[in-house]
C-alpha cells in the first residue's frame, strides 16, 4: 500500500499557539510507544487536505526515520469550526490497527435501470489490519442488486489479512422501489345562471 504523506514541521514551544492560528498554521503532536512526543505544525491548508484524502494512514518523516500514523483527534474551534490542534498516533507496523476505510461500490444496479434508486448507507468501514495490510478502499459490485436487495457487509470484496470490524448483516447499500406520486385531478365544474 502506498501511504499518504504529510507535510508537517516541528514546532518549537517557546512560540504562542494563537500567533501560529493568526498565520494560518495548526500546532499539533505526534505521539507512539517507541518515539517521544514531538511537537509538530502544518498550515491550515496541508490540513484540509490531508483531511479530504482518502484513507487514514500517512507517512511522516522523523529523527529516527519514517513513522506511519493516523489522525487520534482534532480539536475545532467552537464558533468558526476551524482545526486549532491536531493529534497524530503512531501505527506500529507489526500491529493491527483500526482505522476508516471508504467504501468503493462500481456498476450500475440493476434495480437502478429498471427505475429504482440506489441508497448508500455507508460510505466508509471500520477495518482493522497491520498498516502493510492496510487497503486504501473496500470495494463492492453492485450491478446485480435489483430493486428491493441490500448490499451488505458481508457481501463485500474484502482483503485477505484485513477484518471488518463491523457485522457481517450491517447494510452498505440497498435498491429502493421508484416512488409513484399521484396526482390529484380535480375537475372543475361550471354552472350557469339563467
Not at 501560529?20 to 507512539?32: C, D, E, F, H, T
Not at 511522516?60 to 482534532?74: P, Q, Y
Not at 468503493?104 to 429504482?116: R, S, Y
Not at 390529484?184 to 345562471?193: D, K, S
Request: negative net charge.
Amino acid at each position: 500500500m502506498n501511504f499518504n504523506t504529510l507535510n508537517l514541521k516541528t514546532r518549537n514551544l517557546d512560540r504562542k499557539s494563537k500567533k501560529m492560528r493568526s498565520l494560518g498554521i495548526v500546532p499539533g503532536i505526534v505521539y507512539g510507544k517507541n518515539i517521544s512526543n514531538i511537537p509538530v505544525k502544518m498550515t491550515m491548508a496541508e490540513l484540509y487536505r490531508a483531511l479530504k484524502e482518502d484513507g487514514e494512514v500517512y507517512q511522516i518523516e522523523t529523527e529516527k526515520g519514517e513513522i506511519l500514523v493516523k489522525f487520534e483527534s482534532i480539536q475545532r474551534d467552537p464558533l468558526s469550526r476551524r482545526p486549532i490542534h491536531f493529534s497524530l498516533t503512531q501505527l506500529e507496523r507489526g500491529n493491527e490497527s483500526e482505522i476508516q476505510v471508504p467504501v468503493n461500490l462500481k456498476g450500475i444496479p440493476e434495480g437502478v435501470k429498471k427505475g429504482g434508486t440506489l441508497v448508500v448507507i455507508r460510505d466508509d468501514l471500520t477495518v482493522s489490519a497491520t498498516p502493510k495490510n492496510m487497503p486504501e478502499e473496500i470495494k463492492g459490485n453492485i450491478e446485480d442488486l435489483d430493486i428491493g436487495e441490500k448490499l451488505t457487509v458481508g457481501d463485500l470484496k474484502v482483503p485477505k489479512k484485513v477484518d471488518v470490524v463491523e457485522d457481517d448483516e450491517l447494510v452498505v447499500a440497498v435498491c429502493k422501489p421508484p416512488t409513484v406520486v399521484e396526482e390529484e385531478v380535480v375537475e372543475e365544474g361550471f354552472q350557469l345562471a339563467l
